[in-house]
């Protein structure tokens, strides 16, 4: 659905030219634009008071104020719109377009499942407000009303694991609810919701659209006119607009977007393989690396570990199943301290930039296993990662003698 750009380029040309008609002068890096208000027309015949206008229809040159529209804004949605294959627009962080879209169908059922506990802080406050009621997302379809919402996150956070969108297309659909992803986890190039039969699709873009760990920004996308004007008007109200710094930072951000995640995905992909032959190792070499990944690490989570997924896993994650995967440690301190004895990962929580971050996830999620860290792969060199990983394995264990 690119309305903008060369309609059959590639998606990486998109994030570098589906932009190119908003061009008004001639920096090849885009401007930043600083205004929250803009000057009308000097033409007092191009003047049209805002109630003799049925549709407040987007000039993508023009703009008001910048609860609105803005030019930087603008622009980041214009690429995300050819990326994502529908209507974007963007919001000041993930949590705020998870608001709006539940403003947006004021559902009076949410069929979810566990994933990113501050989505359920935006349900629960919805519920205080509407009287939303949440399901389970493996609920069975005939607890589904019309109008109700499937919320469903793939892959997961933290685990990083997937889920079939097609199967909770069909089972939203024939109940007459919809079905949102949160494609977080898979920005373009890895996953299209879309194609899958998701009705709206939503992003933390403070995670691979921001890509540097610099950006908080929400988006949701659609291929439903009707719903992306009825959107953008409610977001004048709600306010939750992104700023045009970020939305700059954003812009050059997406330029890298499809080689940043696509190499991140393989580098967390090869780190999995090696943990998880480390782990399921028969009798390893005293003293080898295997042998002290088997001491330290209980488990592994990652979609490429779902082998008997991938009859429909790999037609939905066709390049690779996404840079985020969790450990399970032995034991709680070994999960407590790990972080502490990395070189190349910082121990903080987000993801998606492009250095490589570890979190005891239990510091941010309160119903987390105590055991469990989760690894946002970066751009290090994935060999480097796995040395430092069972460097710190080692570090770990000859505490414990
Ligand atoms: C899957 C998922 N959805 C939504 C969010 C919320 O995004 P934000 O932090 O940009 O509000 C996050 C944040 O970690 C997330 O991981």
């Known amino acids: 659905m690119a309305e903008t750009g060369p309609e059959k380029a590639g998606p990486s040309t998109l994030a570098l030219h589906a932009d190119d008609e908003l061009n008004v002068v001639t920096d090849v890096a885009p401007p930043l634009h600083l205004s929250t208000t803009f000057r009308y027309s000097n033409n007092p015949e191009d003047l ?22 803005s030019p930087n804004s603008t622009r980041f949605e214009t690429i995300l719109s050819a990326l994502l294959n529908g209507h974007a627009l963007s919001y000041s962080s993930g949590l705020s377009a998870l608001h709006a879209a539940l403003v947006l169908f004021n559902p009076r059922h949410i069929s979810v499942g566990e994933g990113y506990h501050g989505c359920h802080g935006v349900i629960a406050l919805m519920s205080r407000l509407t009287g939303l009621e949440k399901l389970d997302i493996n609920c069975p379809a005939e607890q589904l009303e019309a109008g109700d919402i499937v919320l469903l996150e793939t892959p997961i956070n933290p685990q990083g694991m ?167 440690m032995k034991e709680e301190d070994f999960a407590r301290k790990l972080p502490s004895k990395l070189a190349f990962f910082h121990h903080a929580t987000s993801l998606g930039g492009v250095e490589t971050l570890i979190e005891w996830r239990t510091m941010t999620d309160a119903k987390i296993d105590r055991r469990l860290l989760r690894i946002s792969v970066g751009l290090e060199n994935w060999e480097d990662l796995k040395n430092d990983l069972v460097a710190a394995f080692r570090a770990l264990l000859k505490e414990k003698k």
């Open 48 to 69: 049209i008071p805002w109630a003799d206008t049925t549709e407040h229809h987007v000039d993508k040159r023009s703009h008001i104020y910048s609860r609105f529209t």
């Open 162 to 328: 997937a889920f079939n969108i097609e199967d909770y297309a069909k089972k939203a659909h024939s109940r007459g609810a919809y079905l949102i992803v949160d494609s977080t986890f898979a920005p373009p190039g890895l996953q299209d919701p879309f194609k899958w039969g998701a009705d709206l699709v939503m992003h933390s873009g403070s995670k691979y659209f921001g890509g540097h760990s610099d950006v908080l920004c929400g988006v949701l996308a659609t291929q439903r006119k009707e719903w992306y004007d009825k959107l953008l008007g409610d977001r004048l109200f709600l306010g939750s607009v992104m700023g045009s710094m970020e939305s700059w930072l954003g812009v050059r951000s997406l330029r890298t977007l499809e080689v940043r995640v696509q190499r991140q995905s393989q580098n967390a992909e090869r780190l999995v393989a090696w943990l998880d032959n480390a782990v399921d190792a028969q009798s390893p070499a005293a003293d080898s690396d295997e042998a002290a990944t088997q001491a330290a690490v209980h488990k592994i989570y990652h979609a490429s570990l779902q082998k008997d997924d991938f009859s429909w896993l790999k037609k939905q994650m066709p390049n690779g199943f996404g840079p985020v995967f969790s450990i399970v």
